[in-house]
């Protein structure tokens, strides 16, 4: 093999927490000289980090891994989907590699032997920026904080994926965070399988950060983040009663007002047969008091209906709850059964016109909540960061709005904005997602 510079093509499938493994992968390939292209028929290698979580993403990962070895040949495949070897290669038995995830030394030993470094690589003229390689715009990134989940909720297969949690450390994280502020991320977006839990495999130990002490826990992570100057949004927390210890931050203005939080459900019955965490919560006492402390807090949560035993009465419940809880940004999905899970085995499916039913039904109790939220901010005045800009019409998002998932701010007209961008603005006018926005332009003297 002659010794010009080794490329690889790569193809990142699945949620936040797949996006970041790839990113690691990619920064450990970058700094030790591999270039990293965009078309199958530039790479030497192509490999296809997959996503295994619900059966429909398994055929898309699939159908990806089939598309890289028909457009390239050579192929490694790694993520979650890689548990599923046998599948794997029985439908594709070109694949030259498979990984699981986070076995980010494996998957990058199996690029080595299929194209190996180069060899006169000099890491001091090839420099991979501080920050490593980010598959997100410059101007916000993934804060990945732990693996895995000591859960074991009925419908999920991510424990045996990913295995039980492990805690990063926290001086680790600190410093990952402060590279990537100083690198020009102004939004940090705090991200694992149970943010909440974060330290209870490390017993909270305290780790070093700047040279001073800082437990590895939820709270202690969020106050040392906030000195960073960057948005910090918290993602997947459950509602503990530890989580209200965060909420006061938020009303200092230290961390974003704004929760992800995945409910899945209200109904108690239900919430049981799911074995989700925190389930015993009265999490609308908890909202209730949330809000008082911090009156702008926008809550986010995603929510399943159709799971199998789920009655009527359970469904109504549901619809009772969202009511009561006046959530902001709310993302539903029928049922579906993921091979290997638990809830597989439970009694009562329901059919398929009652879930489309009852989701349909959901989604016109949200939508109509979440248009009157977004038409209370009409006046309001906020900061928004913005995301892009296309023919003078800027798309920006505000402390309410996570990337990819929840709506955006729109700014029209030729203020001269760019991605990055930070500015104040108020609101003009709202859909039943979006909102419209002008600029707030300092006085001229
Ligand atoms: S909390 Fe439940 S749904 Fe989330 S990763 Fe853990 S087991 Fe899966």
Known sequence: MSNSTPKVGFVSLGCPKALVDSER???????????????????????VNTCGFIDSAKQESLDAIGEAINENGRVIVTGCMGVEEDIIRKIHPSVLAVTGPQQYEQVVSAVHEVVPPKKDHDPFIDLVPPQGIKLTPRHYAYLKISEGCNHRCSFCIIPSMRGDLVSRPIGQVLDEAERLVKAGTRELLV????????????KYRTGFWQGRPVKTKMYDLCDALSELGAWVRLHYVYPYPHVDDIIPLMAEGKVLPYLDIPFQHASPAILKNMRRPAHQEKTLDRIHRWREICPEISLRSTFIVGFPGETEEDFQMLLDWLDEAQLDRVGCFEYSPVTGAAANELPNHVPDEVKKERWERFMEKQQAISAAKLQSKIGWEMDVLVDHVEDGVATARSYADAPEIDGVVVIEGDYGLKPGDMLPVVIDSADDYDLWATPLLEDEE
């Open 191 to 202: 991200i694992s399988q149970d943010t909440s839990a974060y330290g209870v495999d490390l």
């Open 25 to 47: 992968i990619l920064t450990q390939l970058r700094t030790e000289g591999y270039q990293v292209v965009p078309s199958y028929q530039d790479a030497d290698v192509v490999v």
